[in-house]
């Protein structure tokens, strides 16, 4: 389809590794949000990027996350020495431009549970 | 204080009811406000968009006060289907960050 690809839907991994969750925007959207919900709580916002400007990282809950947007397209948010409370779901949204009225279009989300 | 607050619920709402509920935000610079619907284990979906003048969508209606810094979304004539976590949107500015409240959770009831 034409919406916002994530991969792997949902993925189990044992503390202490490293995991890449993937994510693919709507074809022309310049903006590329991450956000991750844990179970029960609201959307908190990770890193977004806006066409080849350097991303906002701010959201960033410690340095063992980061991402990278390749080309402008494609995505990747990686957590390295993954922790259990990074347990949560992992969403991604695109959006034409960062402007008061595009809205933003989100994927299925990546579930990500640590053992 | 949180950037965007909202009452998190749950609403219990008898089906065909009205039901209204607001979200406050604290930057009184924010120039864009959303409010989203996200059903359980499932991603956020765009509602409806809030205007200065207030806006209405079928049975959907948003405000938005700049002066104490709310917006509301009321529900008219309630489904089932209505039930699910609403989510308040806002944005500062063009180019930055969308920040979203805790979410609104109404439960529609026969």
């Known amino acids: 389809g034409a919406g916002v690809s994530q991969s792997p839907s949902n993925k189990v991994t044992e503390k202490g590794k490293d995991v890449e969750l993937r994510c693919d925007p709507i074809?022309?959207?310049?903006?590329l949000y991450w956000y991750r919900q844990s179970l029960g709580q609201g959307l908190e916002f990770l890193i977004y990027f806006q066409g080849n400007s350097a991303p906002d990282k701010s959201g960033l809950p410690s340095d063992r996350f980061s991402a990278e947007r390749t080309g402008g397209s494609v995505s990747t948010l990686t957590i390295q020495r993954t922790q259990q409370e990074d347990s949560a779901v992992y969403l991604c949204a695109s959006s034409l431009v960062i402007a008061g009225d595009q809205p933003q279009h989100f994927g299925d989300g990546t579930r990500l549970s640590i053992l | 204080r949180k950037e965007v607050e909202q009452d998190p619920g749950p609403f219990n709402v008898p089906e065909g009811a009205t039901v209204a509920f607001n979200c406050t935000y604290s930057n009184s610079a924010s120039q864009s406000f959303f409010w989203y619907r996200q059903d359980c284990r499932k991603e956020p979906k765009l509602l409806m968009s809030?205007?200065?003048s207030g806006n209405e969508d079928g049975r959907f209606t948003a405000q938005l006060n700049r002066a104490s810094q709310y917006i509301s979304l009321l529900i008219r004539d309630s489904k089932l289907s209505d039930s699910a976590t609403y989510l308040c949107?806002?944005?500062?500015?063009?180019?930055?960050?969308?920040?979203f409240g805790g979410g609104t959770r109404v439960l529609v009831k026969p």
């Open positions: 074809s022309g959207h310049t903006a």
């Open positions: 949107v806002v944005i500062k500015a063009a180019g930055n960050k969308l920040t």
């Open positions: 809030v205007y200065s």
